[in-house]
């Protein structure tokens, strides 16, 4: 069988159709192309020095927020670096890979800056590890505002209790790796051994590192001690206490367990 | 020794008996052998055909076979012997009842199967060689196009129709032969000479040659069998007066007409009865005439309506018939056709769904003729439809109410009733009676068809592996060895609460399953999985470890239903193939296509899941379509789409469409085992297609996409510089033109496409094989062309694509703290952090060259199903494409605990190339053997790996007579068959596969046949391979397994 064909007459509906393709065909004729000069030449940064943290939200490196990133006091927003310890094989190069811990380094003694750099990687790949480096950094910060002006800043500390938490509630089963260095001849690159985040954080909240402010009694570490213990009680969890280490100078926290 | 006397004469008088037998035998034989005389007789009353002395009146339909699924590249011949009998019993048988007296079938229906149809049911048949209709070889080549003045290819048709006119000589059944088929619409060929003629008389120029030829054909013919009628296939009337100087002295003329109701036209005074008359003097006999039985203004099937047409129409034929008053001219006809034929509509398309598309219009058919729309539905001409597959792997005839119409009117013989009594007889017959008949057929045809709810079948699997280990086998010998079995089952439902709605799903039920090391497979969703589990202990909650067995052992493997509106159908959809829109106005390829069940069911995927909304009558042109996965991999998403002007329906002059697709939310989970999930985004797209009376076809499109991205931050590299920039409106706007010149099989094109930073699009069409790297991602500017070159059996296909990005991919620079400042560095975009990235979009420099042998073009060789459906008995084609990344991309990601991860780094830039190759050969009917080949070069599609790979691949498979498969596929420094593992760069120094299958319903095709088989499997390790199978520095050098399986399908 053979099929006649047909040119229907145009309908205003074509005409339309007709119209429309020419219209688009215009505007992308007029908008096409990226113009070398346009966007904003980026290649410097200033990083903070100050330790005055402006909460950009309510949640800022606290588990899954991701405002940090979005934070304009925040340099390392857009910067690339890995988020893992240790990275993935999958991500390339060794400045890449050491950029976290490379970056904190080179603020060490600025907490806004290192507040900034792990709640960055937190905000970009959530773990226990950037958790608890943020609290850490929080904790710092705490610290230093304490020193500059007694009793310091109580949105801070809350935010840094809050941190803590969260690696708990959060990243229970977690852990990081430290690099031995106590032993005595390590090998080239060290031993590295793995730590329960819960249990650094249990230790962190109760008996606070020397450097840093308690943060439930600024004045009194043992009375500090007992109040983390029952702060930590009422999240749901029991803390043993610190261990001596098998190996005589190591010690380490004892076990957290869920109530 | 009486008995052996009694024996031996026993003996004798048997031998007697059986060379009696013999002997009657083989004089029953040869009076069989002798051809049936069929001669034309005119007196004053007209004309009559009259076959060995007696009248004879052709009752007939054109007549043909074509399965669900298969389309004109079918070979019924090429079956089984018994195969081929059962069908003919079942269609003749059927045929015999409605009183056929003759077929007329456009394939060649072997001597043996003409003189069996005519000895067991009495119905002779028409041998209609086309004599060059639809392309003729011509020394040796095949040419597409059949230029009868050119005196080499009318020699050569001649020698054809003569070598035929030999072949059925002495053939009983034989009614008559007829040449051609409407030869007279496809008067297309080119000659200097004709074309400098004014465009009307160019065809009537080439007409001459093509009557002048019959003539001279059948002259010869009868030279050769002088014993024979023979004819033409005109369409209708046309050049009746080259006719009337060329057929002088024919037998009969043959017509294909569709004219409606009638040959006649009286208010216009028109009547092809007359015209024939007058100017041939020939008696008619209708080689094809009808009615469809689909109303395309109710969007229905309307059997009534083709009923009343046929009735109509062989109430004029009879009238016109000898002895009857009027012209006396008529011989009877075939009514086009026997059953309906699922190819017609896109001819290589939805071969297993009936197309409800009106393709052209005919205003002679008022039933359903509404002005400026279609009305003429070419899958729906049957008078039979296609049914239920039978035990014998035929797909039944189902008888419409014309069926039963024409049995009532074939009783009566046109010769000697008279036309009072002719009129009388028809127009007394009952149509509401025949109405209800058809009705009462549909409701008896099957009472499980009428079930509401029923079992439709099913399948059960069960199988055994073994498996082992170099490590296990070296050490432990056959103790390392391991042995696993696994069964499943599988039941089709179907459903029909209401007429207008209707459906099937499957269930599938696990019992145990067998986790292969090598493949993964469709049920592996049972294996046992290791949970956490929470107890209160002394200290508090404890956690610990709990193998759940037993999962998920039932589930619905696929589901759809269909409610049928007067206005729309409506259709719910999960886990069954869909097609792509890239034909109705989707130039963007934004619904992609699923098809690939198989390769979802092994990560128990379950795309396509949604509904469909299609609009008809006023709403024609309208779909929409929504759900949580629409095709694989979909982000849940409403689309919607309008085609309008020429709409789906003309052949000529514009189309247009529009298209809205916006998705709902992104998907929570990877669609496979790691690919990454998308960002939800929209997008919108205005499509034109011009098709120009010359073949030409100019399609522009434009597209708006990512609009949600404006705003958006991303940094890029200006020479030293970071510069930070953001997605702006012009960065969303995409534009696409492509001009195409020739037929769609040959023809020469370019093509441009510009894509703002976010204008991402769909799949890309890429067709005819080609290995051009084609991308679905915005930020391009990409320019194409290639030309087919076509002399046939050859074919050389080069085509080339150059593609650049509007930004580049970005390097990887390590931020550096410098005292309080912070040289910030910038890294390899992804597609979640950054608004873009340069991933298979890159730019790249690509050329490619396909050559092609095929001696039969009819079966095209870039089909999708070409494996099955090639009938040369050698064909293959071998392409060539080299392509230059000269860019890195971007960083690929890859999605993994819930959440989508990037590589980090992108792939380098590279020069890779492709040889391939498939070779087809058919040496006899029954054997077919697919060969593929892959050589070349090749990156991983995400992490990038150290070195572009090397690899070499072999895959085939060979069947022999529809009963034994054999399968070997052999990889060498390839990745695995996974994705995942062109993902992660997972390679193997050598994979093998051989597997063997028997068939054991060898009538039924291999999908539909139960059958046993094994696999044999074999991988050799290195460190280059998937860790997860365990390489162990060496200790583990090759790892192996056997799969035996018997599968019933009931």
């Not at chain 1, 119209?19 to 904003?40: F, P, W, Y």
């Not at chain 1, 950029?99 to 990687?121: E, M, R």
């Not at chain 2, 008995?3 to 013999?22: E, N, P, Q, R, T």
């Not at chain 2, 040289?823 to 873009?836: K, V, Y």
């Amino acid at each position: 069988m053979i099929k006649p064909f047909r040119i229907n007459a145009q309908s205003s509906g074509v005409r339309i159709g007709r119209l429309a393709i020419v219209c688009s065909l215009l505007i992308i004729a007029t908008g096409c192309g990226k113009d070398s000069d346009d966007g904003d030449v980026t290649n410097t940064l200033a990083i903070p020095t100050d330790i005055v943290l402006n909460l950009f939200c309510d949640d800022i490196g606290i588990a899954t927020e991701t405002c940090v990133l979005d934070d304009p006091d925040n340099p390392y927003a857009n910067v690339p670096f890995a988020t893992a310890n240790p990275p993935p094989d999958d991500e390339p190069g060794e400045d890449f890979n050491r950029a976290k811990f490379a970056l904190a380094a080179a603020v060490a003694g600025n907490p806004k800056a290192t507040f900034y750099v792990y709640a960055t990687a937190q905000a970009r790949a959530p773990s226990g590890e950037n958790q608890w480096y943020t609290a850490r950094a929080l904790h710092e910060l705490y610290t230093a505002t304490v020193a500059a002006a007694p009793p310091g800043s109580e949105l801070i500390r809350e935010q840094t209790i809050r941190a803590y938490r969260s690696a708990l509630d959060n990243y229970f089963d977690s852990a990081t790796f430290f690099i031995a260095g106590f032993l005595p001849a390590p090998p080239p690159g060290g031993v590295a051994y793995p730590v329960m985040l819960r249990e650094l954080t249990a230790s962190d909240l109760a008996m606070t590192p020397g450097a840093f402010t308690p943060l439930f009694d600024p004045a009194d570490v043992g009375n500090n001690e007992f109040i983390a213990r029952e702060t930590m009680g009422g999240w749901g969890y029991t803390w043993v206490g610190m261990l001596d280490g098998p190996a005589g100078p190591l010690t380490l926290p004892g076990p957290v367990y869920r109530n | 020794m009486a008995k052996l006397s009694c024996v031996a004469s026993a003996k004798k008088i048997g031998g007697v008996f059986i060379a009696a037998s013999l002997m009657l035998f083989a004089l029953t034989g040869q009076a069989q052998a002798a051809a049936d005389k069929v001669t034309t007789y005119k007196d004053d009353k007209g004309w009559k055909l009259m076959v060995n002395g007696e009248d004879f009146y052709v009752k007939g339909f054109v007549w043909d076979y074509k399965p669900v699924g298969t389309n004109y590249t079918y070979d019924l011949y090429g079956q089984s012997e018994e195969f081929i009998k059962n069908l003919i019993d079942h269609e003749f048988g059927l045929m015999a009842k409605a009183g056929v007296t003759a077929t007329r079938s456009f394939v060649r229906v072997p001597p043996k199967w003409v003189t069996y149809i005519w000895e067991t049911y009495g119905i002779m048949t028409v041998v209609n060689p086309l004599m060059g209709r639809y392309g003729a070889v011509i020394d040796g080549v095949f040419v597409p196009t059949t230029d009868y003045s050119d005196p080499k290819t009318r020699e050569a048709l001649k020698q054809q129709v003569l070598e035929f006119v030999e072949m059925y000589k002495d053939v009983p059944g034989v009614l008559m032969i007829a040449l051609g088929n409407e030869s007279n619409y496809g008067l297309s060929w080119s000659s200097f000479e004709i074309e400098n003629l004014p465009v009307g008389e160019q065809n009537r120029e080439k007409a001459k040659f093509l009557y002048s030829l019959f003539d001279e054909v059948i002259q010869a013919s009868r030279e050769v069998d002088p014993e024979r009628i023979f004819t033409i296939v005109n369409g209708d009337i046309q050049y009746i007066d080259l006719i009337a100087e060329y057929g002088k002295d024919w037998d009969l003329i043959g017509i294909n007409a569709y004219r409606g109701i009638s040959f006649e036209d009286k208010e216009n005074n028109v009547s092809l009865w007359r015209d024939v008359k007058e100017k041939l003097d020939l008696p008619i006999v209708f080689m094809e005439f009808g009615s469809d039985a689909f109303n395309a203004r109710d969007f229905a099937e309307d059997q009534e309506g083709q009923a009343s047409y046929l009735r109509g129409l062989w109430q004029e034929i009879y009238s016109k018939s000898y002895g009857n008053g009027a012209e006396g001219n008529a011989l009877g006809g075939f009514v086009f056709e026997w059953r309906d034929e699922w190819w017609k509509y896109r001819q290589t398309e939805n071969l297993d769904i009936q197309d409800r598309t009106a393709s052209w219009a005919n205003g002679g058919y008022k039933f359903d003729y509404v002005e400026g729309q279609n009305n003429m539905n070419e899958e729906w001409f049957g008078v039979a439809r296609i049914g239920d597959l039978s035990d014998e792997g035929i797909y039944l005839a189902e008888p419409r109410m014309a069926y039963d119409v024409l049995r009532e009117i074939w009783r009566n013989n046109p010769y000697s009733m008279g036309k009072p009594a002719i009129d009388q007889a028809i127009n007394e017959l009952d149509m509401e009676l025949y109405s209800l008949k058809g009705v009462i057929r549909e409701l008896n045809k099957s009472k499980r068809d009428s079930e509401k709810f029923r079992l439709e079948g099913g399948s059960f699997k069960g199988e055994y592996l073994i498996q082992g280990f170099d490590e296990d086998i070296s050490e432990d010998g056959e103790d390392g060895l391991e042995f696993v079995d696994g069964q499943m089952l599988d039941l089709d439902f179907a459903f029909q609460p209401t007429s207008r709605i209707k459906g099937d799903f499957t269930i599938n039920i696990l019992a145990n399953v067998a986790e292969s090391n090598f493949e993964q497979r469709y049920g592996d969703r049972g294996f046992p999985i290791t949970v956490e589990k929470l107890e209160d202990g002394e200290f508090g909650v404890v956690a610990s470890d709990e193998t759940l067995e037993d999962r998920e052992r039932v589930e619905i493997y696929d589901f759809q239903a269909t409610y049928t509106a007067d206005d729309y159908d409506l259709e719910a959809f999960y886990h069954v193939p869909r097609y792509h829109w890239g034909f109705e106005g989707d130039f963007f390829g934004l619904l992609r296509e699923t098809t690939d069940m198989e390769g979802q069911d092994i990560w128990n995927a379950k795309a396509p899941y949604g509904f469909e909304f299609a609009g008809k009558k006023d709403l024609l042109g309208l779909k929409i379509l929504a759900g949580p996965e629409v095709y694989w991999g979909a982000n849940p998403l409403a689309m919607v789409k309008y085609e309008f002007g020429g709409g789906a329906t003309s052949t000529l002059g514009q189309k247009y469409a529009v298209m809205f697709s916006e998705d709902i939310a992104q998907r929570s989970d990877s669609s496979s085992d790691s690919e990454a999930t998308v960002r939800q985004s929209r997008q919108a797209t205005i499509y034109s297609r011009t098709d120009f009376a010359n073949g030409a076809r100019l399609e522009l499109g434009g597209i708006i996409a990512g609009t949600e991205k404006e705003g958006d931050e991303y940094d890029r590299i200006e020479g030293d510089d970071i510069v930070v920039d953001e997605i702006e409106f012009e960065d969303t706007l995409g534009f696409k033109a492509k001009l195409a010149f020739g037929p769609d099989d040959r023809r020469a094109y370019v093509a441009m496409n510009y894509a703002g930073l976010v204008a991402d699009g769909g799949d890309p069409l890429a067709e005819f094989d080609s290995e051009l790297p084609y991308s679905a991602l915005g930020n391009k500017q990409e320019v194409e062309a290639g030309i087919m070159l076509y002399s046939n059996p050859y074919m050389l296909y080069p085509r080339i694509l150059y593609r650049e990005n509007l930004v580049d991919s970005n390097p990887l620079i390590a931020p550096v703290t410098v005292g309080p400042n912070l040289s910030n560095g910038i890294d390899p975009r992804n597609r979640d952090e950054d608004p873009f990235a340069v991933l298979d979009n890159r730019e790249a420099s690509s050329a490619e060259v396909f050559f092609t042998y095929d001696p039969t073009p009819g079966s095209w060789f870039y089909d999708w199903d070409i494996d099955m459906k090639e009938d040369a008995p050698f064909a293959f084609n071998i392409g060539l494409t080299g392509t230059r990344y000269g860019t890195d991309t971007d960083a690929n990601q890859f999605f993994e605990n819930g959440v989508n991860n990037s590589f980090g780094a992108g792939l380098a830039e590279e020069d890779v190339w492709l040889i391939k190759s498939k070779m087809i050969f058919n040496p006899r009917p029954g054997l077919r053997t697919i060969l593929n080949l892959y050589t070349g070069t090749k990156q991983s599609s995400g992490k990038p790996g150290e070195e572009t790979l090397e690899f070499f691949s072999i895959d085939g498979k060979m069947i022999v007579d529809q009963k034994h498969i054999y399968g070997a596929d052999i990889k060498v420094d390839d990745f695995g068959p996974y994705d995942f593992q062109e993902q992660f760069n997972l390679v193997y120094p050598l994979q093998v596969k051989f597997e063997y299958a028997r068939l054991l319903d060898q009538l039924l095709s291999e999908e539909r046949s139960s059958r046993w088989g094994v696999k044999f499997f074999y991988r050799e390790l290195d460190e280059l391979s998937d860790p997860a199978d365990g390489f162990k520095d060496g200790d583990n050098e090759y790892m192996m397994e056997v799969q035996t399986y018997f599968e019933l399908k009931f």
